[in-house]
């Protein structure tokens, strides 16, 4: 299954400043996955990583909460603590080759 068929609605983190728009539609885009957990933002933090992993339910047994912690430190730049979109994707990758699936199987 696709992030975009497991995309649950985020919701905004108290406090966060940003709203994030309410759809009951699935994503359509691996992009709008992005903006719809970073409420619009052009950053995203590592519990809004982890969030999305396990909202969009792609944890198991090959890719486990502690491997989505690893794989955001590996994609982010060494001082920074957020991922821009471009992370987001490769990040995206890594989960599909820890998950032993295509990226388009994961997108």
Avoid: W
């Amino acid at each position: 299954m696709s992030l975009e068929e497991e995309k649950k609605e985020a919701k905004p983190r108290k406090g966060s400043g940003a709203g994030v728009v309410a759809s009951s539609e699935p994503a359509s885009s691996l992009a709008e996955v992005f903006k719809n957990f970073t409420g619009g933002a052009t950053e995203m933090e590592g519990k809004t990583f982890a969030k999305m992993a396990k909202d969009c339910k792609i944890l198991d047994k090959n890719l486990t909460a502690t491997d989505i912690d690893l794989i955001f430190a590996k994609v982010k730049d060494k001082a920074a603590r957020k991922i821009n979109y471009t992370q987001f994707e490769k990040g995206i990758h890594e989960c599909a080759a820890k998950k032993k699936v295509s990226f388009d199987d994961l997108s």
